[in-house]
């Protein structure tokens, strides 16, 4: 019933985990980012609050795509524990490689569309706080 294959499905699971726990250190709420650029003592100038809010913004889609990741990497491997047939071979590394490069060329557009949106959106909630 149990195999020791079971624990990379565990794996994952801890390393999305882990990730999200990592990025929440870069995921300041708009309230907060909007504290630190008040122009008060010991308080952050307005290039901080703007790169914090690049910063957000980049983590959200980080996190985003790297939850994909991990689900794409479960779905592959319930779907070898379901009896799928693993093929290997030259043709399928070529064909790993290409879907691999393809997923990380749409990620970097889709980044280019979604990134400046998300900006604004958090700027404008970092002023109306």
């Known amino acids: 019933m149990f ?3 079971d624990l990379f499905f565990v794996g994952i699971a801890l390393d999305l985990a ?3 726990i990592l ?3 870069l995921l300041a709420s708009a309230t907060t980012i909007s504290e630190l650029g008040r ?3 010991g308080r952050l100038s307005e290039g901080t ?3 914090r ?3 957000r913004a980049d983590a959200e889609i980080g996190i985003t795509v790297l939850g994909f990741g991990f689900l794409f990497q479960g779905l592959g491997y319930l779907l070898e524990l379901a009896g799928e047939p693993v093929k290997s071979g030259h043709d399928r590394l070529i064909a790993a490689l290409v879907m691999g490069g393809v997923a990380i060329g749409a ?3 889709l980044r280019r569309f979604i990134r400046p949106r998300r900006i604004a959106r958090l700027r404008d ?3 109306h706080s």
């Open 23 to 25: 990025a929440m250190g």
């Open 18 to 20: 882990g990730a999200a």
């Open 107 to 109: 990620v970097l557009i």
């Open 3 to 5: 195999s020791l294959d």
């Open 125 to 127: 909630r970092v002023d």
């Open 53 to 55: 809010i690049e910063s």
């Open 49 to 51: 609050v703007v790169e």
């Open 39 to 41: 122009p008060t003592v």
